[in-house]
């Protein structure tokens, strides 16, 4: 059984190392990776590899929580960007022979709580 | 071992329920509910409960993917409130009887991207 949560995690030790050829050999070649939030969607390694080698800025990545089963994985994640900071996730599906095939990142952003009924939330 | 990804389901669908009795036996007393983006904290079954059963708005939620290990899992989800939807995730931490120890929501919101590169990128 692919040990999913082990490939996710070197994914993203991959990505941070910037070694290409490592982080490019755990995807199909027609790997598809998505941005629901802007609704962007990249087909194949290739322009993958483009979007990130030429990815502006010092980013930095690293893993908070990993959860893999059989098929799919995800990882949490810290990141940072010059002097920005904050958690975003990544989900991945894998085939048949352990591969991944779609990749869909999450990046929330921080934003000021509503209203909420009194004394029930801390903030910190 | 904990059947994490089930429990993860019965989380959502007893939420989407307001079955709160069914709901609060998947967590312990002191479960401890945390939104990184506002950094919000609740702490206790109690307080989470109330928490949601005062949630203003007609909201729905329904479960996209599930994944868990032993001791964690993770539920993307898809959510209604009025008129807006979107997509979230949410986190579990269980403890060795199998009960959620730590809940964590991220509530990504959708954005426009960015120049890329030109001709790597489409939209949906």
Redesign the interface.
Known sequence: MTDT?ALARTFLASLEARDWAAWEDLMTPDVVYE?????????GRA?YR??NE?YPGEWQLSPK?V???AQ???V?FAWRLNDEAG?A?V?FDFNAAGKISTVTD????????PA??EG?????
């Open positions: 949560a941005l629901p939030q802007s609704r962007e969607r990249i087909r322009a483009t979007f030429t929580v959860i893999g089963d799919r994985a995800v949490w958690d996730q989900f999450f990046w929330p952003e921080p934003y000021e709580p909420r009924p029930l939330v801390e903030r910190w």
